[in-house]
């Protein structure tokens, strides 16, 4: 089971967009779980030009096998152009809650 589970790293803007992201994947059982961590600032070069921006960390909870659509309701809803999406492989956990997880997302 711990094979098919997935930690997905995304960034948001900071305030309303990024709790609406969050709850929008629990609703659509596209995520067990997603914790949303504010005060994040991300360092990046776009276009050719340095970036500062505050943002917000996403970090969901979810399944290789609802990976593909949960890239498409992300692609779908974020506000940027180019969202940070980061799919990790689970190597282990503790087994009830990985058994939680995976009920939550059949």
Do not use: F, Q
Not at 50 to 63: F, M, Q, Y
Not at 71 to 86: D, F, I, N
Not at 88 to 100: M, P
């Amino acid at each position: 089971m711990i094979r098919v589970l997935r930690v997905v790293l995304m960034t948001a803007p900071r305030g309303r967009r990024a709790g609406a992201l969050a709850r929008g994947l629990v609703k659509a059982r596209l995520a067990a779980c997603v914790n949303v961590v504010p005060g994040v600032v991300s360092h990046y070069r776009w276009r050719g030009r340095l970036h500062r921006d505050p943002e917000c960390l996403l970090i969901v909870k979810t399944s290789a096998a609802k990976w593909p659509a949960l890239k498409r309701w992300v692609a779908s809803r974020h506000p940027y152009t180019t969202p940070e999406l980061l799919a990790l492989s689970v190597a282990g956990g503790s087994k009830s809650y990985l058994n939680w997880l995976a009920g939550e997302l059949k």
